[in-house]
């Protein structure tokens, strides 16, 4: 089993050492050849309209998408929420997702970076609580039917699950924690 991390932008080397602490083979992903070799993708926080256009330049954006759509496990953290989701609150004029995930997310809806913050999340199917640490998250504001939340903060959907896709508004990979990515790992090795 192989899991990449999308390379393109944001939180890449943390998102390696969580999975690599899991005794799982890792891959940077900044191609469709190197997308094919992957049993599930990782996409990581930073800014979700650099990651799109960048996936648009390395002619990744559609291999993302037909990966996706065919069934290969992805995870996305904070903005890789965002590039899950089919629908976005607050997005950028035009701007893309990868899709799959049957959500409407809004964009930095907890606030700007000075009001990022931390806090222990109760996410089901895990025993103790998750560190979350919140950078100019996103939340859910609207799930689809098959979409289950894992976890909320203030109210608001921060953890989902749809069959192969799992996304946080939070970044696991900061925490020193890699439970979520353990679920994830789960996820591809059921796949």
């Known amino acids: ?74 995870f996305g953290t904070c903005a890789g929420m965002i590039l899950l989701a089919d629908r976005i609150v607050d997005g950028a004029e035009g701007q893309e997702t990868i899709g799959g995930l049957d959500i409407t997310v809004r964009r930095n809806a907890f606030g700007r970076q000075v009001d990022s913050f931390e806090g222990e999340l109760a996410v089901q199917g895990l025993d103790e609580p998750v560190h979350g640490v919140f950078i100019r998250a996103p939340w859910v504001e609207e799930t689809g039917p098959d979409v289950e939340v894992l976890a909320s903060s203030n109210g608001h959907p921060v953890a989902v ?23 994830f790992v789960e996820m591809v090795r059921a796949q």
């Open 1 to 74: 089993m192989r899991i990449g991390v999308l390379a393109l932008q944001g939180d890449v080397r943390e998102h390696v050492a969580s999975l690599e602490s899991l005794g799982v083979e890792t891959l940077t992903v900044r191609r469709p050849s190197e997308l094919a070799q992957c049993d599930g993708l990782v996409i990581p926080g930073g800014e979700s309209t650099t990651m799109i256009k960048l996936a648009r330049i390395f002619e990744l954006l559609e291999p993302l998408r037909e990966r996706v759509r065919a069934g290969m496990p992805a």
């Open 161 to 183: 699950r749809q069959g192969h896709l799992l996304a946080t508004s939070f970044h696991p990979e900061v925490a020193s924690d890699a439970r979520m990515h353990g679920v």
